[in-house]
C-alpha cells in the first residue's frame, strides 16, 4: 500500500512538473510568435516606406516627355503638308522606347477629341515604331516627328476661318523610363487660324504620367 501511495504521489508531482513546463513553453511560444508578428509588421512598414521613398525619388529624377514646339501652318494653302512636331525630355534622365503616335485631323467641334477613334490612340499602345524604338531620349534632348496636315476644300477654309470647323493635332507618345516603368504622354492642339499657331486644349486632353 505504502508503495502505491509513493508511486501515485510521483505520478503527480510528475504531472505537476509536466503542467509547470507546459505553462512555460506556452508563454515562450507565445513571446515567440508576438516577436515574429511584430517583425513581420515592421519589415512590411519598411517595405512601405522604401516603396513611397523609390517613388518620390523616381518623380524627381525621371524622364517627363511633353509636347514642346509646333511649327506654324497656314491654312490657306489648302494642300496637304508634314508639320515637325517636337518633343522634349524635360526630366533628369532618359526616356528609352520612345514610340510616338499622332495624327491632324478635321473636325466640327472639340468632342471629337472622345470620340472612340480618339480614345483608342489614347488609351491602348500600337507597338514601337521601328524609327525610334531604340533610340534613347536624353535630358533636355528633343525628338522631331512628321505628322501630315489633311487636304482642305476652298469650303473648309472658309469653314475654319468663321469658326465652323477645327484642326486638331492630336496623339500619344509612350516611353520607358531609367526605372524600366512605361510612361506615357498624350496631347491634343486645335490651330488658331488668325494667328497661324496651335494652342493646347486644357489638362483633359495633354497628359503626363
Not at 506654324?72 to 528609352?96: C, I, M, Q, Y
Not at 500600337?126 to 535630358?139: F, I, K, R, W
Not at 500619344?172 to 494667328?195: I, K, L, Q, S
Request: net charge negative; proline share 4%.
Amino acid at each position: 500500500m505504502a508503495y502505491t501511495i509513493k508511486t501515485w504521489e510521483q505520478m503527480v508531482r510528475g504531472n505537476d512538473h509536466a503542467d509547470k513546463v507546459y505553462e512555460e513553453s506556452k508563454g515562450e511560444t507565445e513571446k515567440s510568435l508576438e516577436l515574429t508578428r511584430k517583425g513581420q509588421e515592421d519589415t512590411r512598414r519598411s517595405v512601405v516606406i522604401a516603396e513611397k521613398q523609390l517613388q518620390a525619388l523616381s518623380r524627381v529624377v525621371r524622364a517627363w516627355i511633353t509636347l514642346s514646339v509646333i511649327p506654324e501652318w497656314d491654312h490657306n494653302r489648302g494642300k496637304p503638308s508634314k508639320l515637325l512636331v517636337e518633343f522634349a525630355n524635360t526630366g533628369f534622365s532618359s526616356a528609352f522606347n520612345f514610340c510616338p503616335h499622332g495624327e491632324c485631323v478635321k473636325a466640327k467641334d472639340v468632342t471629337f477629341l472622345d470620340s472612340p477613334k480618339a480614345q483608342e490612340m489614347w488609351t491602348a499602345t500600337t507597338g514601337h515604331d521601328a524609327a525610334h524604338s531604340a533610340l534613347p531620349v536624353g535630358s533636355g534632348k528633343s525628338m522631331k516627328i512628321e505628322i501630315k496636315t489633311p487636304l482642305l476644300t476652298e469650303d473648309e477654309r472658309v469653314a475654319i476661318v468663321k469658326g465652323e470647323l477645327f484642326i486638331y493635332i492630336y496623339g500619344r507618345v509612350d516611353y520607358t523610363d531609367v526605372f524600366g516603368e512605361p510612361r506615357y504622354t498624350t496631347y491634343a492642339v486645335c490651330y488658331e487660324p488668325d494667328a497661324h499657331y496651335w494652342s493646347a486644349i486644357g489638362t483633359k486632353y495633354n497628359e503626363q504620367t
